[in-house]
């Protein structure tokens, strides 16, 4: 018999799970480059590998505290993202998502390779570095909440401190997003030649917005790390590919979307291997192993992303009256 | 094209442009542009190499010529929108050549373009008040605090109401751009041009693609940019409009300025005739009677 009740609480679990509030961070990074100005941004995980590690390396190496390590990440984000966007931004949309893709990638495999592994810990990655997180905590030691949502001081104060940044990057996004730079960054993603034809500096825009969504992603990168170690095989172009599914499931232009984007995502994604896991064990599908059961779920959240995108393209939050003019 | 196409009230025109003999590359008594030695070829191809051309200010200038004349290259090239291979120009008095566009822009010489630009997915209002010219929400850190810059959002969306109302725009200033018509789109683009009060408007065939009906109100709404003292600066083809509206035409064949002149006089120049032969020798270039019959003439001329 199926422990329907495990399953339900463990995809209720995924609902406020840092994991998710990074993904759902990294995917409003996404829509303020893809949704708002039209960059196709695909080395998204690259931005939060320089997280992961800028936080991580500054913090066991260096012995930074929190806040300087997270500086670091940031600066080194938004340097990546100068090398990025220099030479690809005055070109057409599809360079940049070239070279972001394999910019991504030399990322991960510079943080993958033995030459470094004093600094990253190679391909087995690192650990050690939540000390100075978790002394910032006020929070006294113990166990609370209810339900599935119990857990303890540490667990509780990432929580926290994940979605309070995922709010504010959303207040953020959605007041620079109603004013005149958010206009001119809109009407960069229509068309850039207008835009330069009534004196704004196109570049220097998609710059600023390369970097702001980067450094959202870079944030994301840090928030990722914190329940887990780091690990370089994470920031694979999967892992991009997944936050863009995020963003389109929420709707590409829009402040809520990557938020509950996430949050859908993930629980449907526990929801699907629990089930699938259970349904194998209780033989209800007799010609799956178990090992081939956790790969499953991956194949349904794609069904279960295609039937949104096909019947309800703009994503969960986008407007339908934008459809009607897309070419 | 038909004749109801001519703007409903007679339009005064400028006189008295140039200095000496109307010819390529005259001066002018009172230039807001000049140019010299501007040349951009695409490989083999020279598709522009204009020796010396002035805009005389205050005036409607024509720019004409065949298909391939080099009209909307050299017309990218005064706006920073493409690279010269040679030349330097300036734009009341200051050197503008090698500069990007948008510093073009803010400088007070705005661009249209020949496929229209609206911005679809933005509506007709923001579509204006980003034409706006320097606005203190356009950098990031102010655009934070509503403060710095909603006094003049507010500024800035009354103008743009006032000027969608001179284009009958107005009651669609809520739609997305992208739901106007083809003709209300270039309406929209010469509207948006005016958001940034200009000195000269650049408009890339603006009656390209639009119905009669709609020409008419588009032609009397370039004359009255001059009437509000702008200098225009238009490419076209038609020449029945070019003839009621333009002060000063400026005809280009072959990357080259082939002739100068008033309207009237410069459609009988053969310099004219010649560049217009290869594509329109079945076509009459004008209404004017006297000029047609020596049109004919001279193509006869030239057929023997």
């Excluded at chain 1, 990557?258 to 209800?284: C, D, H, K, T």
């Amino acid at each position: 018999m199926i422990d329907w009740g495990a399953i339900f609480s463990n995809a209720a679990v995924e609902l406020i799970s840092p994991t998710t509030a990074a993904y759902a961070l990294a995917a409003l990074g996404l829509a303020i480059h893809f949704g708002y100005t039209g960059l196709l941004n695909f080395g998204q995980a690259g931005f939060m590998a320089l997280g992961a590690y800028g936080f991580a390396i500054s913090t066991l190496s260096f012995g930074f505290p929190v806040w300087g390590a997270v500086l670091v990440g940031i600066g080194a984000s938004v340097i990546f993202a100068l090398v990025l966007g220099i030479p690809t931004l005055r070109l057409r949309a599809d360079y940049l998502a070239i070279v972001t893709i394999a910019a991504a990638e030399i990322v991960r495999l510079l943080f993958t390779t033995n030459t470094f592994q004093a600094l990253t810990g190679s391909a087995n990655g690192l650990s050690g570095y939540k000390g100075g997180f978790s002394d910032l905590n006020p929070i006294p030691e113990g166990r609370y909440g209810f339900g599935p949502f119990e857990y303890n001081e540490y667990d509780w104060w990432l929580r926290i401190v994940a979605w309070s940044i995922v709010v504010l990057a959303c207040l953020f996004t959605w007041q620079i997003m109603r004013s005149p730079w958010g206009r001119v960054i809109k009407g960069i993603r229509e068309d850039e030649d207008a835009v330069r034809a009534l004196g704004k500096n196109v570049y220097s825009y998609k710059m600023q917005s390369l970097i702001l969504g980067g450094a959202f992603g870079t944030i994301a990168g840090m928030i990722f790390v914190l329940p887990r170690a780091v690990v370089p095989s994470n920031y694979q172009t999967s892992l991009t590919f997944f936050i863009y599914a995020i963003l389109l499931l929420g709707g590409a232009s829009t402040i809520l979307g990557p938020v509950i984007g996430s949050m859908v995502f993930w629980v449907l994604l526990s929801f699907f291997s629990g089930f699938i896991a259970r349904a194998v064990e209780a033989g209800w599908i007799p010609f799956i192993t178990s090992i081939q059961a956790g790969q499953l779920r991956f194949i349904l959240v794609g069904v279960a992303i295609m039937l949104i995108v096909i019947f309800r393209p703009q994503g969960i939050f986008g407007n339908k009256k934008e459809l009607a003019f897309v070419k | 094209m038909s004749n109801n196409t001519v703007p409903s009230s007679k339009p005064v025109k400028s006189t008295d442009l140039h200095i000496g003999e109307a010819e390529p590359g005259c001066k002018k008594r009172d230039p807001i542009l000049v140019a010299d030695g501007v040349s951009r070829s695409f490989g083999g191809l020279t598709a522009v190499d204009v020796d010396h051309v002035e805009i005389p200010r205050g005036a409607i200038t024509a720019l004409i010529g065949p298909n391939g004349a080099g009209k909307t290259t050299l017309f990218n090239l005064l706006t920073g929108f493409d690279k010269p291979d040679t030349g330097s120009w300036t734009f009341e008095g200051r050197p503008l050549s090698g500069m990007p566009a948008f510093k073009v822009a803010r400088m007070g010489q705005v661009r249209t373009f020949q496929l229209t630009k609206a911005l679809g997915l933005l509506t007709v209002m923001d579509n204006m008040l980003l034409g706006a010219k320097g606005q203190a929400g356009e950098n990031l850190f102010r655009a934070i605090f509503p403060f710095f810059w909603s006094k003049q959002e507010e500024a800035n969306r009354a103008r743009a109401i006032d000027i969608l109302e001179r284009f009958k725009l107005d009651t669609k200033k809520d739609d997305y751009a992208a739901s106007l018509s083809g003709g209300q789109r270039k309406l929209l683009e010469m509207a948006r041009a005016l958001m940034s009060e200009p000195s000269l408007v650049m408009l890339d065939e603006p009656m390209a693609g639009v119905n009669p009906a709609l020409t008419q109100s588009l032609l009397d709404h370039i004359l009255n940019l001059k009437a509000q003292g702008m200098t225009v600066l238009f490419v076209e083809h038609d020449m029945h409009m070019v003839r009621h509206i333009a002060d000063w035409v400026i005809v280009m064949a072959e990357g080259r300025v082939v002739a100068e002149g008033d309207p009237h006089e410069v459609m009988r120049n053969p310099a004219v005739i010649d560049a217009y032969l290869g594509q329109h020798h079945d076509e009459d270039l004008g209404e004017d009677p006297s000029a047609e019959t020596e049109h004919v003439e001279a193509i006869k001329e030239l057929l023997e």
